[in-house]
């Protein structure tokens, strides 16, 4: 879904970044393949330059090639998260910070799973309460400004029409609410199947019964196919307010394009 | 395999892995529920149950604790309870703070560490805090002996490293010079205490800023004292993942994503020198009785159910067709990767599985009784 934000991003004549936060190695050609640069966020990475960028150069050095600083920062709770969000911030920067790297228009952030996700996005602000004063509490206000601003950060909440996904969505709006300040801007409801029979022909096709192989298939698809869609209504009766936006299922690999182009015309 | 039983008899734990959304914690609870009913005293311990299967086994947040779970509930739906099914939710947080206060040599490290803003803030959200309370919370259930068997129902996991490495990155944490460079006389701690102004010191005062550091150092000197507890336990905790006594069961689906996951931990874990037991693919669309081309189906259909109604049902059809093939597909690639020739397949069940009947059927289809 982040590499279809990206490519929708670069259709529309945009300069587009889609950032992984954990490593996969079957997104990048994807993404690159849509027109949009690819960065796979490493927290080393990102201390390093943040390190560079904050000190004179040789303080820095000796900090990133102290053994006692990375086992600190290593053993710090919530570090990883922080430094991951500060690399988002980065990215967004229209003068970046990293020399020579180029601005983007838009970022697509590939978060980890549900908690772990608000982790990344809670972390700035954790720091800058736990931090109070320093360059660590203004930093992290900072980060945690843009990403709890509606008008700058977007989250999109992506999920399947099922029980479990939609539960773990409304409890992604709720902590999205309580630990970053954000709420969705968007659910994508993703694989929804389709519902082929009216329910009165369904009743026919009980009624009948005779087990062949094809209505019991057809049987089954429609009860899959109902069922999602009252996870369907549950999801919007519970996050009303958020829009919501549904995508077909598709057996097979998806079609990155076609995704594309789908939600741009779901959110026109 | 017919039946999950002959790979998980004699063992004593089992832990049920794989990507989240694949059925793992329904799967967790029948398998608890098949073998409570074969007459042991079993303990699931769930992460984050659907909230309707939490309501019919009685589970709910408060307590961490297993609760025997009333027997009563399973006798409509034709299961005999011959032994005890116990169950419980998980709770990270809620463990971490049991867990440092059994560790803690006193109360004053106990309080110190608890009441740490550090420790507050930060411990419930740190990424693996869920892996490492989970098989604390096994190896406590474990060794209060009240059980014959335990399940688990993993932590919904991307990196499923997180988990195998939680006992050796906590000990590798505290064995290593992480802590001793912090609690030397004159490590960091000394000298995030003022006594001293090396350059490093100086340099992280300036990156940090001088509370968040002291908060820091007062947590760090207060693990310390822990170290000797934690280190044990550990230990503990990395003999229990080896031991012949627990099996690592890898629970998916038959689609991509889950699939790639489930092929990735079959590898760490045989690296890791882990046992494991057995393959569980939920939710495979069954291939048999769909021979025939959709468009043969039509011909067949039309003069009973009119052609508009014959082609809808042919195109459900066609769609179940490619679902089965993308599915056998995957459940090859499976049994050639991941070194199990003969995995469990539960079908796609119609319906919802998330309360005593959905368990119940899933119940049917491991021990083989479908």
Redesign the interface.
Known sequence: MAAALGALGVRQGRRVVVAEV?QRSDVEHVVTAAGADHVSIDPQAAMEEY?RD??PGP?AE??AA????A??A?????M??LLTAGKIWELAQDERRTPGARPYDLVVVDA??T??GV?VL??PR??A?????????RQGRIISEMLGDPARTAVVAVT?P????V?ETLALRAALAADAGQRPALIVVNALR?L??TAQ?AA??EA?ADG???????L?????AG?QRSQLRRLRRHARGTPTVTLPFT???PDVAALARRLEEAVR | MRSIDERISGKRILICAGSGGVGKTTTSAALAMGLAARGQTVAVVTIDPAKRLADSLGLDRLGNEPRLVDPARFAGHGIEMRGELWAMTLDPKHTFDELIEQLAPDERTREEVLGNRIYQELSSAVAGSQEFTAIAKLYELDRSGRFDVLVLDTPPSRNALDFLDAPDRLTNFFEGRALRVFLAPTGLAAKLMGRSTSVVFSVLKRVTGVDLLQDLSVFFRALGGLIDGFRERAAGVKALLADPATTFLIVTSPEREPVEEAIFFAGKLAEAGMPFGGLIVNRVTPDDGLGAEPGDVVAELAPRLGDELAAKVAAAYADARVLAERDAANVRRLRAEVGDDDPLLIPQLGGDVHDVDGLVRVHAHLFGEA
């Open positions: 954990q390190l904050q000190l303080l000796a900090l102290s053994r006692a600083f086992y600190f290593a053993a710090t709770p919530g990883r998260e980890p799973a908690g772990h982790a809670a972390a954790t720091f309460d736990a931090a109070m004063v320093g360059p660590i509490a399947t099922e029980e479990m996904p539960n389709r082929r029979l022909e026919r096709l009948e062949h192989p094809a209505v019991a298939a057809a089954a698809a429609h009860r899959h069922e057996p097979g690999e």
